[in-house]
């Protein structure tokens, strides 16, 4: 089991911007981000693979940036233009072996999560 500890997560005003990091105990295939708001689904945001090819959530596209750092078996998230809508605990997830990365399914294993929140 891949551990996933994340940080960065905060408060912040609307248009601000918030950088969560993610640090594997091994390095890993894929990295992604998932949120989950009160009462909705888990929701893909962005992955990485260890290719550097990354994919995006429509709600982000153009305002975050998924990236890593092989050496370091770190994944970030960059987040810009935050808007309310944005505001949910955020989620780091892994995958050891190659595959699609359509969903929570196709990862094996997750981090604690860290609450983002975004308000005036």
């Known amino acids: 089991q891949v551990q996933l500890v994340e940080s960065g997560g905060g408060l912040v005003q609307p248009g601000g911007s918030l950088r969560l990091s993610c640090a594997a105990s091994?390095?890993?295939?894929?990295m992604g981000w998932f949120r989950q708001a009160p009462g909705k689904q888990r929701e893909l945001v962005a992955t990485v693979r260890i290719s550097g090819t990354t994919n995006y959530g429509d709600s982000v596209k153009g305002r975050f940036t998924i990236s890593r750092d092989n050496a370091k078996n770190t994944a970030y998230l960059q987040m810009n233009s935050l808007k309310p809508e944005d505001t949910a605990i955020y989620y780091c997830?892994?995958?050891?072996?190659?595959?699609?990365?359509?969903?929570?399914?196709?990862?094996?294993?997750w981090g604690q999560g860290t609450q983002v929140t975004v308000s005036s």
């Open positions: 091994v390095s890993t295939y894929a």
């Open positions: 997830a892994s995958r050891q072996g190659w595959g699609p990365l359509r969903g929570p399914a196709d990862f094996g294993s």
